[in-house]
Protein backbone atom coordinates (compact mmCIF):
# COMPACT_ATOMS: atom_id res chain seq x y z
CA UNK A 1 0.00 0.00 0.00
CA UNK A 2 2.60 2.44 0.61
CA UNK A 3 4.28 2.15 -2.60
CA UNK A 4 0.38 2.73 -4.50
CA UNK A 5 0.35 5.52 -2.03
CA UNK A 6 3.64 6.79 -3.47
CA UNK A 7 2.71 5.88 -6.86
CA UNK A 8 -0.88 7.97 -6.33
CA UNK A 9 1.26 11.02 -4.80
CA UNK A 10 3.81 10.95 -8.11
CA UNK A 11 0.91 11.58 -10.14
CA UNK A 12 -0.45 14.22 -8.29
CA UNK A 13 2.56 16.20 -9.17
CA UNK A 14 3.15 14.48 -12.36
CA UNK A 15 0.42 12.53 -14.05
CA UNK A 16 1.26 9.39 -15.50
CA UNK A 17 0.67 9.30 -19.52
CA UNK A 18 -0.72 6.22 -19.71
CA UNK A 19 -1.23 6.06 -23.72
CA UNK A 20 -0.83 2.53 -24.25
CA UNK A 21 -4.38 2.31 -22.58
CA UNK A 22 -5.92 4.72 -24.87
CA UNK A 23 -4.48 2.59 -28.05
CA UNK A 24 -5.38 -0.81 -26.56
CA UNK A 25 -9.26 0.50 -26.15
CA UNK A 26 -9.16 2.21 -29.93
CA UNK A 27 -7.79 -1.65 -30.96
CA UNK A 28 -10.87 -2.98 -29.32
CA UNK A 29 -13.28 0.09 -30.69
CA UNK A 30 -11.56 -1.04 -33.94
CA UNK A 31 -12.08 -4.66 -33.67
CA UNK A 32 -15.77 -4.65 -32.26
CA UNK A 33 -17.21 -1.97 -35.14
CA UNK A 34 -15.24 -3.58 -37.97
CA UNK A 35 -13.17 -0.31 -38.18
CA UNK A 36 -9.68 0.06 -39.67
CA UNK A 37 -7.25 -1.42 -37.04
CA UNK A 38 -4.16 -0.48 -38.37
CA UNK A 39 -5.33 3.32 -40.06
CA UNK A 40 -5.93 5.17 -37.05
CA UNK A 41 -3.58 6.93 -34.46
CA UNK A 42 -4.75 8.32 -30.98
CA UNK A 43 -2.87 10.26 -28.25
CA UNK A 44 -1.49 13.48 -28.80
CA UNK A 45 1.71 10.97 -29.97
CA UNK A 46 -0.17 10.05 -32.64
CA UNK A 47 0.34 6.20 -31.68
CA UNK A 48 -0.63 3.38 -33.89
CA UNK A 49 -2.11 -0.34 -33.01
CA UNK A 50 1.20 -2.84 -33.39
CA UNK A 51 -0.32 -5.79 -31.94
CA UNK A 52 -2.03 -8.72 -34.17
CA UNK A 53 -5.66 -8.80 -34.81
CA UNK A 54 -6.03 -11.11 -31.53
CA UNK A 55 -5.05 -8.55 -29.58
CA UNK A 56 -7.35 -6.26 -30.48
CA UNK A 57 -10.43 -8.89 -29.95
CA UNK A 58 -9.39 -9.43 -26.13
CA UNK A 59 -9.22 -5.52 -26.04
CA UNK A 60 -12.95 -5.22 -27.02
CA UNK A 61 -14.00 -5.04 -23.43
CA UNK A 62 -11.92 -2.25 -22.55
CA UNK A 63 -14.73 -0.09 -24.75
CA UNK A 64 -16.90 -0.72 -22.01
CA UNK A 65 -15.55 1.50 -19.73
CA UNK A 66 -14.40 5.36 -19.77
CA UNK A 67 -10.97 5.83 -20.14
CA UNK A 68 -10.29 7.04 -16.88
CA UNK A 69 -11.74 4.01 -15.21
CA UNK A 70 -9.71 1.66 -17.26
CA UNK A 71 -6.46 3.43 -15.92
CA UNK A 72 -7.50 3.35 -12.49
CA UNK A 73 -8.37 -0.59 -12.92
CA UNK A 74 -5.07 -1.06 -15.13
CA UNK A 75 -3.21 0.69 -12.33
CA UNK A 76 -4.77 -2.07 -9.80
CA UNK A 77 -4.84 -4.89 -12.08
CA UNK A 78 -0.79 -4.85 -12.91
CA UNK A 79 -0.29 -4.41 -8.73
CA UNK A 80 -1.71 -7.51 -8.65
CA UNK A 81 0.03 -9.00 -11.29
CA UNK A 82 3.30 -7.76 -9.61
CA UNK A 83 2.50 -9.98 -6.58
CA UNK A 84 1.85 -12.84 -8.51
CA UNK A 85 4.66 -12.54 -10.69
CA UNK A 86 6.96 -12.47 -7.87
CA UNK A 87 5.47 -15.34 -6.64
CA UNK A 88 5.84 -17.19 -9.75
CA UNK A 89 9.49 -15.87 -9.55
CA UNK A 90 10.14 -17.54 -6.22
CA UNK A 91 8.40 -20.93 -7.07
CA UNK A 92 10.31 -21.22 -10.06
CA UNK A 93 13.63 -20.54 -7.77
CA UNK A 94 12.34 -23.20 -5.73
CA UNK A 95 12.28 -21.21 -2.85
CA UNK A 96 10.65 -22.53 0.06
CA UNK A 97 7.15 -21.84 1.73
CA UNK A 98 8.81 -19.56 4.50
CA UNK A 99 10.60 -17.72 1.09
CA UNK A 100 7.46 -17.08 -0.76
CA UNK A 101 4.95 -16.32 2.24
CA UNK A 102 2.92 -13.54 2.22
CA UNK A 103 4.35 -10.60 3.95
CA UNK A 104 7.46 -11.76 1.61
CA UNK A 105 5.66 -11.77 -1.73
CA UNK A 106 4.24 -8.29 -0.94
CA UNK A 107 7.11 -6.67 0.10
CA UNK A 108 9.05 -7.49 -2.68
CA UNK A 109 5.94 -6.35 -4.31
CA UNK A 110 5.84 -3.00 -3.19
CA UNK A 111 10.06 -3.15 -3.62
CA UNK A 112 9.24 -4.30 -6.77
CA UNK A 113 7.31 -1.63 -8.35
CA UNK A 114 10.10 0.52 -8.62
CA UNK A 115 12.22 -1.04 -10.98
CA UNK A 116 12.29 0.71 -13.74
CA UNK A 117 10.80 -1.56 -16.17
CA UNK A 118 8.08 -2.45 -13.99
CA UNK A 119 7.76 1.53 -13.26
CA UNK A 120 7.18 2.17 -16.87
CA UNK A 121 4.75 -0.72 -17.37
CA UNK A 122 2.53 1.59 -14.82
CA UNK A 123 3.51 5.12 -16.31
CA UNK A 124 2.03 3.64 -19.87
CA UNK A 125 -0.16 1.05 -18.66
CA UNK A 126 1.21 -2.01 -20.62
CA UNK A 127 0.69 -5.28 -20.53
CA UNK A 128 4.22 -6.90 -20.22
CA UNK A 129 3.69 -7.87 -16.64
CA UNK A 130 0.14 -10.29 -17.79
CA UNK A 131 2.11 -11.68 -20.48
CA UNK A 132 5.34 -12.37 -18.64
CA UNK A 133 3.09 -14.21 -15.59
CA UNK A 134 1.20 -16.28 -18.78
CA UNK A 135 4.83 -17.62 -19.85
CA UNK A 136 6.31 -18.07 -16.50
CA UNK A 137 3.23 -19.97 -14.77
CA UNK A 138 2.82 -22.19 -18.07
CA UNK A 139 6.91 -23.02 -18.22
CA UNK A 140 7.04 -23.85 -15.01
CA UNK A 141 4.99 -26.12 -14.88
CA UNK A 142 6.09 -29.71 -15.21
CA UNK A 143 7.10 -31.92 -18.17
CA UNK A 144 4.19 -33.60 -19.39
CA UNK A 145 1.58 -30.98 -17.78
CA UNK A 146 -1.32 -30.73 -19.80
CA UNK A 147 -1.35 -28.18 -22.74
CA UNK A 148 2.15 -27.17 -21.24
CA UNK A 149 2.77 -24.07 -23.76
CA UNK A 150 -0.06 -23.33 -24.97
CA UNK A 151 -0.32 -20.27 -22.99
CA UNK A 152 3.28 -19.29 -24.34
CA UNK A 153 1.53 -19.37 -27.56
CA UNK A 154 -1.30 -17.17 -26.92
CA UNK A 155 0.95 -14.89 -25.22
CA UNK A 156 2.99 -15.26 -28.35
CA UNK A 157 -0.17 -14.36 -30.07
CA UNK A 158 -0.28 -10.98 -28.13
CA UNK A 159 3.06 -9.98 -28.79
CA UNK A 160 5.31 -12.07 -30.95
CA UNK A 161 8.79 -12.19 -28.91
CA UNK A 162 7.56 -15.26 -26.84
CA UNK A 163 7.81 -17.34 -29.98
CA UNK A 164 11.37 -17.96 -28.91
CA UNK A 165 10.37 -20.27 -25.93
CA UNK A 166 9.06 -22.68 -28.57
CA UNK A 167 12.24 -22.68 -29.72
CA UNK A 168 13.95 -22.75 -26.76
CA UNK A 169 11.33 -26.22 -25.50
CA UNK A 170 12.51 -27.55 -29.19
CA UNK A 171 16.02 -27.58 -28.63
CA UNK A 172 15.66 -28.90 -25.26
CA UNK A 173 13.91 -31.76 -26.13
CA UNK A 174 10.47 -31.14 -25.30
CA UNK A 175 9.06 -31.57 -28.82
CA UNK A 176 5.39 -32.23 -27.72
CA UNK A 177 5.57 -28.68 -25.35
CA UNK A 178 7.32 -26.77 -28.30
CA UNK A 179 4.50 -27.41 -30.95
CA UNK A 180 1.76 -26.55 -28.20
CA UNK A 181 3.42 -23.43 -28.44
CA UNK A 182 2.89 -23.63 -32.18
CA UNK A 183 -0.79 -24.59 -31.25
CA UNK A 184 -1.71 -21.68 -29.12
CA UNK A 185 -0.20 -19.32 -31.90
CA UNK A 186 -2.02 -20.32 -34.53
CA UNK A 187 -5.15 -20.72 -32.33
CA UNK A 188 -5.21 -16.94 -31.37
CA UNK A 189 -4.12 -16.46 -35.50
CA UNK A 190 -6.79 -18.08 -36.45
CA UNK A 191 -9.62 -16.79 -34.19
CA UNK A 192 -7.83 -13.04 -35.63
CA UNK A 193 -8.79 -14.08 -38.51
CA UNK A 194 -12.12 -15.65 -37.74
CA UNK A 195 -13.31 -12.01 -36.51
CA UNK A 196 -10.86 -9.75 -38.47
CA UNK A 197 -10.17 -11.50 -41.22
CA UNK A 198 -8.90 -8.32 -43.41
CA UNK A 199 -7.25 -7.11 -40.45
CA UNK A 200 -5.62 -10.19 -39.92
CA UNK A 201 -4.36 -10.67 -43.60
CA UNK A 202 -2.99 -6.96 -43.43
CA UNK A 203 -1.36 -7.38 -39.91
CA UNK A 204 0.55 -11.15 -41.20
CA UNK A 205 1.55 -9.63 -45.22
CA UNK A 206 2.42 -6.46 -44.21
CA UNK A 207 2.09 -4.82 -40.89
CA UNK A 208 4.43 -7.37 -38.94
CA UNK A 209 7.08 -6.50 -40.89
CA UNK A 210 7.10 -2.60 -40.19
CA UNK A 211 9.17 -2.36 -37.40
CA UNK A 212 9.62 1.36 -37.80
CA UNK A 213 5.57 1.39 -37.02
CA UNK A 214 6.29 0.50 -33.51
CA UNK A 215 8.97 3.56 -33.03
CA UNK A 216 12.18 4.51 -33.96
CA UNK A 217 15.04 1.95 -33.16
CA UNK A 218 17.61 4.43 -32.31
CA UNK A 219 15.32 5.80 -29.15
CA UNK A 220 17.02 5.45 -25.98
CA UNK A 221 14.29 3.72 -24.79
CA UNK A 222 15.01 1.48 -27.42
CA UNK A 223 16.53 -1.33 -25.07
CA UNK A 224 16.85 -4.21 -27.93
CA UNK A 225 20.55 -4.80 -29.77
CA UNK A 226 19.43 -2.82 -32.84
CA UNK A 227 18.35 0.16 -30.13
CA UNK A 228 22.52 -0.03 -28.75
CA UNK A 229 24.26 -1.00 -32.08
CA UNK A 230 22.12 1.94 -34.10
CA UNK A 231 23.44 4.27 -31.15
CA UNK A 232 26.50 2.93 -31.52
CA UNK A 233 27.51 3.75 -35.12
CA UNK A 234 25.52 7.05 -34.95
CA UNK A 235 22.95 4.99 -37.74
CA UNK A 236 19.71 4.84 -37.43
CA UNK A 237 19.02 2.10 -39.75
CA UNK A 238 22.26 -0.29 -39.20
CA UNK A 239 21.00 -3.04 -41.63
CA UNK A 240 23.40 -6.20 -41.67
CA UNK A 241 25.40 -4.52 -38.89
CA UNK A 242 22.53 -5.27 -36.46
CA UNK A 243 20.78 -8.29 -38.39
CA UNK A 244 24.27 -10.41 -38.07
CA UNK A 245 24.95 -9.76 -34.48
CA UNK A 246 20.96 -10.48 -33.87
CA UNK A 247 21.44 -13.68 -35.87
CA UNK A 248 24.73 -14.77 -33.89
CA UNK A 249 23.18 -13.68 -30.33
CA UNK A 250 20.30 -15.57 -30.96
CA UNK A 251 21.84 -18.97 -31.79
CA UNK A 252 24.37 -18.20 -28.34
CA UNK A 253 21.37 -17.19 -25.81
CA UNK A 254 19.69 -20.55 -27.13
CA UNK A 255 22.64 -22.50 -26.69
CA UNK A 256 23.45 -21.26 -23.50
CA UNK A 257 20.09 -21.69 -22.31
CA UNK A 258 19.92 -25.06 -24.05
CA UNK A 259 23.48 -25.74 -21.72
CA UNK A 260 22.06 -24.86 -18.20
CA UNK A 261 19.00 -27.14 -18.55
CA UNK A 262 21.13 -30.08 -19.81
CA UNK A 263 24.14 -29.25 -17.62
CA UNK A 264 22.65 -27.82 -14.24
CA UNK A 265 19.03 -29.17 -14.49
CA UNK A 266 17.87 -25.88 -14.23
CA UNK A 267 14.58 -25.24 -16.55
CA UNK A 268 14.27 -21.53 -14.91
CA UNK A 269 17.42 -20.42 -15.59
CA UNK A 270 16.70 -21.70 -19.37
CA UNK A 271 13.53 -19.67 -19.12
CA UNK A 272 15.17 -16.56 -17.89
CA UNK A 273 18.01 -16.96 -20.90
CA UNK A 274 15.89 -17.41 -23.65
CA UNK A 275 13.75 -14.63 -22.76
CA UNK A 276 16.94 -12.30 -22.43
CA UNK A 277 17.55 -13.62 -25.97
CA UNK A 278 14.38 -12.14 -26.54
CA UNK A 279 14.41 -8.95 -25.96
CA UNK A 280 18.10 -8.59 -27.31
CA UNK A 281 17.03 -9.96 -30.37
CA UNK A 282 14.04 -8.22 -31.06
CA UNK A 283 13.98 -4.96 -33.16
CA UNK A 284 12.47 -2.93 -30.68
CA UNK A 285 12.51 -3.82 -26.98
CA UNK A 286 11.27 -0.88 -25.23
CA UNK A 287 12.40 -0.38 -21.45
CA UNK A 288 9.09 -1.53 -20.15
CA UNK A 289 9.33 -5.06 -21.70
CA UNK A 290 12.73 -5.48 -19.29
CA UNK A 291 9.90 -7.15 -16.75
CA UNK A 292 11.72 -10.25 -16.72
CA UNK A 293 13.92 -8.32 -14.47
CA UNK A 294 11.91 -9.51 -11.82
CA UNK A 295 12.03 -13.66 -12.12
CA UNK A 296 15.63 -12.63 -12.84
CA UNK A 297 16.42 -10.83 -9.22
CA UNK A 298 14.54 -13.69 -7.69
CA UNK A 299 16.81 -16.34 -9.17
CA UNK A 300 19.32 -14.40 -8.22
CA UNK A 301 18.82 -13.95 -4.53
CA UNK A 302 17.44 -17.42 -4.18
CA UNK A 303 21.60 -18.34 -4.38
CA UNK A 304 22.93 -15.40 -2.59
CA UNK A 305 22.80 -16.73 0.89
CA UNK A 306 26.27 -18.61 0.96
CA UNK A 307 28.38 -16.11 -1.17
CA UNK A 308 29.36 -12.87 -0.43
CA UNK A 309 30.50 -12.00 -3.94
CA UNK A 310 26.54 -13.20 -5.20
CA UNK A 311 25.34 -10.64 -2.74
CA UNK A 312 27.39 -7.89 -4.75
CA UNK A 313 26.26 -9.39 -8.09
CA UNK A 314 22.33 -9.19 -6.92
CA UNK A 315 23.14 -5.69 -5.71
CA UNK A 316 24.64 -4.56 -8.69
CA UNK A 317 22.00 -5.79 -11.10
CA UNK A 318 19.00 -4.54 -8.45
CA UNK A 319 21.02 -0.95 -8.98
CA UNK A 320 21.36 -1.39 -12.77
CA UNK A 321 17.22 -2.02 -13.03
CA UNK A 322 16.54 0.99 -11.02
CA UNK A 323 18.97 4.24 -12.32
CA UNK A 324 17.11 4.73 -14.74
CA UNK A 325 20.89 5.64 -16.29
CA UNK A 326 19.47 5.70 -19.90
CA UNK A 327 16.98 9.13 -18.98
CA UNK A 328 19.61 10.79 -16.76
CA UNK A 329 21.85 11.37 -20.00
CA UNK A 330 20.55 14.09 -22.27
CA UNK A 331 18.31 12.41 -25.35
CA UNK A 332 16.16 14.83 -26.88
CA UNK A 333 15.47 15.28 -30.27
CA UNK A 334 18.06 13.15 -31.91
CA UNK A 335 20.63 13.87 -29.21
CA UNK A 336 20.68 9.57 -29.19
CA UNK A 337 22.19 9.58 -32.04
CA UNK A 338 25.24 11.53 -30.99
CA UNK A 339 25.91 9.96 -27.52
CA UNK A 340 29.52 9.76 -27.27
CA UNK A 341 31.83 6.49 -26.16
CA UNK A 342 31.12 7.43 -22.32
CA UNK A 343 28.00 7.56 -22.41
CA UNK A 344 26.83 4.75 -24.91
CA UNK A 345 26.56 2.08 -21.47
CA UNK A 346 24.71 4.61 -19.83
CA UNK A 347 21.80 4.56 -22.74
CA UNK A 348 21.59 0.38 -22.90
CA UNK A 349 22.47 -1.13 -19.80
CA UNK A 350 19.78 -3.23 -19.71
CA UNK A 351 21.45 -5.01 -23.69
CA UNK A 352 24.64 -4.72 -21.87
CA UNK A 353 23.18 -6.47 -18.89
CA UNK A 354 21.67 -8.91 -21.10
CA UNK A 355 24.55 -9.57 -22.67
CA UNK A 356 26.79 -9.98 -19.69
CA UNK A 357 24.52 -12.43 -18.34
CA UNK A 358 24.37 -14.79 -21.09
CA UNK A 359 28.11 -14.73 -21.10
CA UNK A 360 28.17 -15.68 -17.51
CA UNK A 361 26.00 -18.72 -17.51
CA UNK A 362 27.66 -20.11 -20.29
CA UNK A 363 30.93 -19.73 -18.16
CA UNK A 364 29.02 -21.08 -14.78
CA UNK A 365 28.21 -24.45 -17.08
CA UNK A 366 31.56 -24.45 -18.65
CA UNK A 367 33.27 -27.02 -17.02
CA UNK A 368 30.32 -29.57 -15.55
CA UNK A 369 29.12 -31.96 -18.19
CA UNK A 370 25.52 -33.89 -18.04
CA UNK A 371 24.89 -36.13 -15.01
CA UNK A 372 24.63 -39.90 -15.84
CA UNK A 373 21.16 -41.42 -14.84
CA UNK A 374 18.85 -39.01 -16.40
CA UNK A 375 17.24 -38.19 -20.04
CA UNK A 376 19.84 -36.55 -22.12
CA UNK A 377 22.65 -37.07 -19.62
CA UNK A 378 20.82 -34.54 -17.35
CA UNK A 379 19.64 -33.92 -13.58
CA UNK A 380 15.84 -33.64 -13.43
CA UNK A 381 15.07 -30.08 -12.87
CA UNK A 382 13.20 -29.95 -9.32
CA UNK A 383 15.76 -32.44 -8.03
CA UNK A 384 18.81 -30.41 -9.58
CA UNK A 385 17.32 -26.77 -7.89
CA UNK A 386 16.75 -28.42 -4.29
CA UNK A 387 20.46 -29.40 -4.77
CA UNK A 388 21.61 -26.07 -5.56
CA UNK A 389 19.38 -24.43 -3.32
CA UNK A 390 20.55 -26.41 -0.37
CA UNK A 391 24.66 -25.89 -0.86
CA UNK A 392 24.60 -29.41 -1.88
CA UNK A 393 27.17 -28.67 -5.40
CA UNK A 394 29.76 -26.36 -6.04
CA UNK A 395 29.71 -23.63 -8.74
Not at 47 to 58: D, E, I, K, S
Not at 88 to 97: D, P, Q, T
Not at 246 to 267: E, I, K, P, Q
Not at 371 to 391: D, H, I, K, M, T
Request: proline residues 6%.
Amino acid sequence: MASLAGLWMLYQVQPLPMSDIAVYRAEGQAASVGGDLYGFTVTKWALPATYPPFAAVLFIPATWLSLGTLKIIAVLVNAVLLALLVHLSCKAAGLGKADRAAPVILAATALGLWLEPVFQTFVFGQVNLALTCLVLWDLSRPDGARLKGFATGIAAGIKLTPALFAVYLLVTGRVKAAFTVLGGFLASALLGWLVLPAASIEFWTRRMFETGRVGKAWLVDNQSLQGLIARVLHDPEPGLLWAVPALLTAAAGLYTARRVYLRRGLDSWGVLCTAVTALLVSPISWSHHWVWCVPLLVALAARTRRHAWRRALLTAVTLAFTARTMWLIPHTGDLDLYFSWWQQPFAAPYPVLGLALLVTVFWWTRQLPGVSGAPGGRLPAPRAEQQLSSGSRAG
